[in-house]
């Protein structure tokens, strides 16, 4: 069964607007949750992350918020631009560091 | 689902042996794995990219002959970290492309510690 879960395969947004990409968990005992973009043969890179004891991280225009009474986490992009198209991978980790990775989001961005 | 399985999940070794993880796309092929090291501050780094029956493509600072890779068929590709240091402990990660889709698959992480 899946812990993280990233249910949209894909989003298109307008350039300009903002892109919200949704992920969910299913362990409460995920310390901590990352974001990663990933480009066409490319491996993904680092893009932000956020402390299970904080609500929200912000990174010039990325910005992530948890809840974790919902167990739910949102990476925010805005404004959205072409560069940002991509795939991004939700990924949360556990206590003994191993990291769990969603199934991604992949990410259009249109004129 | 489509499923990466690396083997084993956590290994200890003495310094100076080599080590050797696997990774198995379980029901689908996968002509393009990819291998990171997680570092400390979380993020993962690249460290080569395998393609099955060639060689494979170091990321540039990754020695060729400590981190051997090899990836003999369409569902498997091995990391063998030769002459390993307690610097070489880390989670190591790969990851497959489907064949069919294109879709990127994660393992679960191999941890590795050296004594």
């Known amino acids: 069964d899946q812990q993280v879960k990233q249910n949209s395969p894909s989003l298109s947004v307008q350039e300009g607007r903002i892109s919200i990409l949704n992920c969910d968990y299913t362990n409460s005992m995920f310390d901590y949750f990352l974001w990663y973009k990933k480009y066409p043969a490319e491996g993904p890179t680092f893009l932000i992350s956020?402390?299970?004891?904080?609500d929200k991280n912000e990174d010039g225009r990325f910005t992530v918020f948890l809840n974790k009474s919902a167990k739910h986490l949102s990476l925010h992009i805005v404004p959205s631009q072409p560069g940002d198209s991509a795939v991004y991978f939700c990924?949360?980790?556990?206590?003994?560091?191993?990291?769990?990775f969603g199934k991604g989001t992949r990410l259009h961005i249109l004129p | 689902g489509a499923v990466v399985s690396q083997h084993p999940s956590r290994v200890i070794c003495k310094s100076g042996t080599s080590v050797k993880i696997e990774c198995r796309s379980l029901d689908f092929q996968a002509t393009t794995m990819f291998w990171y090291r997680q570092f400390p501050k979380k993020s993962l780094m690249l460290m080569a990219t395998?393609?099955?029956?060639?060689?494979?493509?170091?990321e540039q600072g990754v020695e060729k002959d400590k981190f051997l890779i090899n990836h003999a068929s369409l569902t498997l590709s091995t990391l063998t970290v030769t002459s390993a240091h307690p610097e070489d402990s880390s989670f190591y990660i790969c990851?497959?492309?489907?064949?069919?889709?294109?879709?990127?698959?994660f393992g679960e992480g191999s941890r590795l510690t050296v004594l």
């Open positions: 395998s393609n099955e029956g060639s060689k494979a493509t170091y």
């Open positions: 990851s497959a492309i489907g064949q069919d889709t294109g879709e990127l698959f």
């Open positions: 990924a949360a980790r556990e206590r003994d560091d191993k990291i769990i």
């Open positions: 956020i402390s299970s004891i904080k």
